[in-house]
């Protein structure tokens, strides 16, 4: 890879390539390809199966936009639980907040994380646990496929409290605005509190990234500004968080089309 270019293919006629100063690790894992390289544009940069999951120049858009919107929609975020993020991004941002008492961290390989089960699999098993569950997964192929379905909600919502809330990654309204009609409704027929919002990630396909919620009481457009706890972030604020739940029109549309309608 060195003093070349790394590309990954983002969609069948799109790619986004990057260049290399190194590789500094890769390995076969036993579910993934996993490798370090250091790109001339965003730094370290974390691959799994050649796709990017995350780099050090742009990581901070995606994950404080996958934690700071749910710990704030929630008044009091004690016990946390993150699917995925073995990277440690969304752990950093969480215990930035003084009333977590407990972030819990399932990721499935054991080589990058802590505590080694399957997502599906702990939430099927918990039940009233958590008052926020965060799904920072990898796309929906090979082993995340089953944290992007209505039976994996159903679990989650069962793994919280009365008042939980969940978040997860839902791809790129661009490119998968399909998906994002699929899950918008899976976690609407669910949750009574059902909400999208958008952020940047450059390294993205598209530049530009949906989250989905659920919430059992808190609606993250009703949060008290007053009260929520002062953290440091780089692209996180209140207005930030407000303005993500303005959706643009051709976002707006897959929300509302007729199911069977293609978009
Ligand atoms: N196309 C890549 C989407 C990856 C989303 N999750 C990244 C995990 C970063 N913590």
Redesign the pocket.
Known sequence: MEGTWFS?L?TPSMALSLKLKQTLHHEKTPYQELAVVDTEAYGRM?L?DN????TVGD?FF??EM?THVPLNTHPNPRKVLVI???????IREIVKYPSIEKAVMVEIDARVESRFEDGSEHVRQTENAYVVIIV????PIGPAVGLFSAEFYRNVYKALKADGLFVA?T??PLFNAKLIRRLQDDIKSIFPITRLYLTT?P???GGL?SFSMGSKKYDPLEVNWREAPQVKTRYYTPAIHQGAFALPPFVQEILEAPPEEEY
């Open positions: 990954e983002q974390l799994l796709i990017i999951m995350t990581e995606y994950h996958i995925g993020g073995g990277d440690g991004g969304a920072d997964s990898t796309d990654q791809e790129s990630v390294t993205y396909p990234w």
